[in-house]
């Protein structure tokens, strides 16, 4: 879905160079004997891979193309993220998934979790066990050990030894990531929200491969930069001005339509709360605590609607309603997901009754057989709160 907004600058074209470029650096890096590690969720410690020596790279995967192979072995009543990270991993259609040398995976979703037993056929897999709740000390110990036992793992794998210096460089690193990327969400928090959240999706995309993260960085610093002379251009800030301020939540948007449906019909997304925005970016790794207790500290806390109970996804969603100063909150549920479908309910009653903001559920898959349908609900309800 190519998107016509104006001003636009982040788009595909944008990201795509990045790609090229991440692309075959992390082919190089693959054939001097750097191990590519396939990740699946926002709780898998991206520093403990990097800190061996691998490098990660995110299997989330948005497209329906893959659907076929993975119903040959999956249910198709399925989260269509399920299928199609599947359906790349068996068809063998996905380049970085077959870059892969092996697979750490979280014990997340019901649909996840089975999904990755499958995998194991394909390729080594280390599963972490997640507690399926942040409430309790014992949790916290529980998930550190499962983290030792992925350092285990990798150490292993990659026959890089993992020490406390080398964890506590790509803690660092990491957080400068976070802070970068919040940076960018950050430029929509003041009076005029100024970067589209189709834009800040291509901005702080790892773009495949990660690897070379100062770059990156840079690379992002930069698009800060550019978006920041929009403040002077009064033709920009006067049809941001009109926009109705949308805070994007629920599942990932690895599939983009509705966030790009939402702008396209004239909403500014400002803020995106899912794992691949500032869920995961919000809060940083503590540099002062042991490596290991630091990264099960903020792992755990990641408010994903696996978690049980997951009050702290409502705390975040009203922090970023009052900082990003978002007119309404649409929360997207994938067909089939029913830990996020479940937990809407208790969304909708924060949203609407907490925080005195509207809100609207949009329950859909990847494909496009309706959007038509999803644009007339979308446009009623910015017309609603514009
Ligand atoms: S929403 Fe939760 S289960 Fe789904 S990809 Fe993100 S962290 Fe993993
Ligand atoms: S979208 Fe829902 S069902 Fe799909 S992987 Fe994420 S948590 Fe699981």
């Given at each position: 879905m190519a998107l016509d907004l104006p001003g636009l600058i982040f788009d595909q074209a944008y990201i795509k160079d990045i790609e090229d470029r991440v692309y075959e650096r992390g082919v190089a890096l693959s054939a001097s004997?750097?191990?590519?590690?396939?990740?699946y969720c926002a709780f898998t410690p991206k520093e403990v891979v990097a800190a061996a020596g691998g490098i990660p790279v995110s299997l989330c995967a948005g497209s329906e193309d893959p659907f076929p192979a993975a119903e040959e072995h999956l249910p198709a009543n399925l989260c269509p993220l399920i299928k199609s990270s599947y359906g790349h991993a068996v068809g063998d259609t996905c380049p970085y998934f077959h870059m892969t040398d092996f697979l750490l995976a979280d014990a997340t979703c019901d649909g996840k979790?089975?999904?990755?037993?499958?995998?194991?056929?394909?390729?080594?897999?280390h599963l972490l066990l997640l507690p399926q709740s942040?409430?309790?000390?014992?949790n916290f110990r529980a998930w550190e050990t499962e983290i030792r036992k992925a350092v285990d793992f990798l150490e292993k794998m990659t026959g890089n030894l993992i020490t406390e210096e080398k964890l506590a460089g790509q803690i660092r690193i990491y957080n400068r990531l976070r802070r970068t990327v919040e940076s960018i969400f950050g430029l929509n928090a003041g009076d005029l929200p100024l970067v589209y959240g189709s834009e800040i999706t291509h901005i702080t995309s790892m773009a495949g491969f990660e690897c070379d993260l100062e770059i990156r960085m840079a690379e992002m610093e930069s698009a800060r930069e550019k978006i920041l002379e929009r403040a002077g251009d009064h033709a920009f800030t006067d049809q941001m001005k009109k926009r109705p301020r949308i805070l994007l939540t629920g599942c990932p948007t690895t599939n983009k339509k509705v966030l790009f449906l939402i702008e396209e019909a004239g909403g500014c997304v400002v803020a995106m709360e899912s794992c691949g925005g500032l869920k995961s970016v919000?809060?940083?790794?503590?540099?002062?605590?042991?490596?290991?207790?630091a990264l099960a500290e903020k792992y755990l806390n990641i408010a994903c609607a696996c978690m049980s109970p997951n009050t702290g996804r409502l705390d975040?969603?009203?922090?970023?309603?009052?900082?990003?100063r978002a007119?309404?909150?649409?929360?997207?549920?994938?067909?089939?997901?029913?830990?996020?479908?479940?937990?809407?309910?208790?969304?909708?009653?924060a949203v609407q009754d907490r925080f005195d903001t509207p809100y609207m559920?949009?329950?859909?898959?990847?494909?496009?057989?309706d959007m038509g349908q999803l644009e007339t609900r979308i446009q009623a309800f910015l017309e609603m709160i514009a």
């Open positions: 004997g750097g191990k590519i590690v396939g990740l979790k089975k999904m990755f037993e499958l995998l194991t056929r394909i390729r080594p897999l942040a409430g309790a000390p014992e919000g809060r940083r790794v503590d540099e002062t605590l042991p490596p290991l207790r975040l969603i009203g922090e970023l309603i009052r900082d990003y007119d309404g909150v649409i929360d997207l549920t994938w067909n089939a997901c029913h830990t996020y479908n479940v937990e809407a309910f208790s969304v909708r009653e559920q949009i329950l859909t898959d990847y494909s496009e057989n």
